[in-house]
């Protein structure tokens, strides 16, 4: 069960964020309705949320989960891989400190992106991306078998970021697409395959008793649905714009 999560509101500087996307420029209006019911679907799943104020010296500083790994026994501050971002774990480390009495920490040359990371139960899963290289990688797992977690490297082929195309909901319950589907790593896992044309919806987060899931992928939704999950939709279009999803916006422990 979560209890807490962590959010951070759009700065007006949103709009000018990293992307690699070509769906054009997001609207910020649009953008902070969207956040909003963000945090209010969080808050119907139970969990008691912090919210920080926005930040105009980081556009992409919404996108809170690549700055830190938190656990059920640690929190591990990153090194983001784009340098516009590495400022963002400034002040998450001092907002963490108020949860855990020891925070760790990926060090340069590592590099990495919470996107990166997916824990399943004691496990973790870490993408090798354009933002998270093997250093970060290795460092990680050195971190967290010190709590007696373990890890495992996947190198990515097409997506952004590892959860960009693939989510753990619970009792062998993974969500997959793309390059996911049937891979070795994952083929033991009971999979919710996502057909091409509904990618996107392969990130969506299971927080206690609701999957939230981006709003339009009604493939996607029938099929978690019918794995036995409640959902809740949310509409994603001005974060889809600038490579955001549903896990990018809130650190969730």
């Given at each position: 069960m979560f209890k807490q999560v962590i959010v951070k509101k759009i700065s007006k500087?949103?709009?000018?964020?990293?992307?690699?996307?070509?769906?054009?420029?997001?609207?910020?209006?649009?953008?902070?309705?969207?956040?909003?019911?963000?945090?209010?679907?969080?808050?119907?799943?139970?969990?008691?949320?912090?919210?920080?104020?926005?930040?105009?010296?980081?556009?992409?500083?919404?996108?809170?989960?690549?700055?830190?790994?938190?656990?059920?026994?640690?929190?591990?501050?990153?090194?983001?891989?784009?340098?516009?971002?590495?400022?963002?774990?400034?002040?998450?480390?001092?907002?963490?400190?108020?949860?855990?009495?020891?925070?760790?920490?990926?060090?340069?040359?590592?590099?990495?992106?919470?996107?990166?990371?997916?824990?399943?139960?004691?496990?973790?899963?870490?993408?090798?991306?354009?933002?998270?290289?093997e250093e970060g990688a290795k460092q990680l797992i050195a971190i967290l078998e010190k709590y007696g977690y373990t890890g495992t490297i996947v190198p990515l082929e097409k997506f952004f970021h590892l959860k960009t195309g693939i989510a753990y909901l619970g009792d062998r319950d993974m969500v997959v697409a793309g390059e996911f589907i049937d891979h070795d790593l994952f083929k033991d896992f009971n999979q919710i395959k996502i057909d091409a044309d509904e990618e996107y919806a392969a990130n969506c987060i299971r927080v206690n008793d609701y999957v939230i899931m981006p709003k339009g992928y009604e493939k996607a939704k029938k099929r978690i649905e019918d794995a036995g999950y409640q959902t809740i939709e949310l509409e994603m279009s001005e974060f889809r714009k600038q490579d955001g999803g549903l896990s990018c916006l809130s650190l969730r422990f």
């Open positions: 500087s949103f709009v000018n964020g990293l992307t690699t996307s070509d769906l054009g420029k997001p609207d910020y209006e649009k953008a902070l309705e969207q956040h909003a019911k963000y945090v209010e679907a969080l808050k119907k799943c139970g969990v008691e949320a912090t919210v920080l104020e926005a930040d105009e010296r980081f556009p992409d500083s919404t996108f809170v989960e690549d700055t830190a790994i938190v656990t059920e026994k640690c929190a591990i501050i990153t090194n983001p891989g784009a340098d516009s971002r590495n400022g963002e774990i400034v002040d998450m480390k001092e907002v963490l400190k108020k949860f855990y009495d020891t925070l760790e920490y990926i060090k340069s040359p590592g590099t990495l992106d919470g996107g990166d990371v997916l824990q399943v139960q004691d496990h973790f899963y870490i993408g090798l991306s354009d933002r998270t290289n």
